[in-house]
């Protein structure tokens, strides 16, 4: 299949005002066995193809094997005609390489196995020993070095995005990459209201619950009625949240055109009704889930 144009929607506004697709692919997992290598390749490729343009990963992801796995992806698609402005690559750092100096020689390793020149956000994968200001002085200096455009952070709850705010240059944290879905809806209780007024975009990870949605009985009845199944319902309900994009994983092109499809989802509020009453919002203030 030869790569088209294609526009994709929803978006998410970011805070430099750029819009880019609330809907992304992640790949946790990726890169950790060498017999699949050329089917993680096949099916980043499948997603190109078909209108994605945001992918997800990080360092960790198989010792760096998921970025190499998405490297060779995009420079697949980069040869086929996807312009670079199209896509937009996100990639994590480990809380151990988040000083100043490490940060610098991870952001070129990560670099060297995407394939390309500069990574368009950033994130500290989650918070460890290194001062923030540190880390933030780090990614200010990436920036000025050309090797990433925006960064921020993943698993920070709210006191950890105020902490971040008041150190110099805090403030110019692009995103936060949490664990929410359907049955993970503690941080609406808070941090997402929080993002939304500070005009930054919440990246939900693992949209599915790792697993527990994909085919939950309480999701059926909506699928139901819209011809659906219960995994694009979760999904489209995600993408339903001002201020979210959303990152599952999909490792075969079935999955790829199914979660794809969900966008064009619209969910009634008959249909917004019942999942609440199914999956209740928060009434108090929960720990962040992480994976």
Not at 223 to 248: D, F, S
Request: hydrophobic share 45%.
């Amino acid at each position: 299949m030869p790569f088209v144009d294609r526009p994709i929607t929803p978006e998410v506004a970011l805070p430099s005002g750029e819009t880019r697709p609330a809907l992304g692919l992640g790949t946790w997992r990726f890169g950790e066995a060498a017999a699949r290598r050329g089917a993680e390749v096949n099916a980043l490729r499948q997603a190109l193809e078909m209108g994605w343009r945001l992918i997800d990963t990080a360092e960790m992801y198989g010792e760096g094997g998921a970025e190499t796995v998405t490297g060779e992806a995009l420079a697949g698609a980069l040869r086929a005609g996807v312009r670079r402005s199209e896509l937009f690559v996100v990639s994590k750092v480990l809380p151990e390489n988040a000083g100043a100096r490490a940060l610098q020689a991870a952001c070129e390793a990560s670099l060297r196995r995407l394939q390309i020149e500069q990574i368009d956000l950033y994130l500290l994968h989650w918070r460890g020993a290194v001062p923030l200001a540190e880390t933030v002085r780090g990614f200010e200096q990436l920036q000025r070095r050309g090797l990433i455009r925006l960064w921020g952070v993943s698993n920070f709850d709210l006191d950890d995005m105020r902490e971040l705010g008041n150190v110099p240059g805090g403030r110019a944290c692009a995103s936060n990459q949490v664990y929410y879905s359907l049955s993970q809806r503690g941080v609406e209780h808070d941090l997402l209201p929080w993002q939304r007024v500070q005009q930054m975009p919440l990246m939900a990870y693992s949209p599915f619950d790792q697993g527990e949605l994909v085919d939950h009985p309480r999701l059926r009845p909506v699928a139901e009625r819209h011809r659906a199944t219960p995994a694009q319902v979760a999904l489209a309900w995600l993408l339903h949240q001002p201020g979210v994009m959303a990152i599952p994983k999909a490792g075969n092109a079935l999955h790829l055109r199914h979660n794809w499809a969900a966008q064009q989802l619209r969910l009634t509020a008959e249909d917004l009704a019942e999942l609440d009453l199914h999956f209740a919002p928060p009434r108090t203030k929960q720990l962040l889930a992480m994976r």
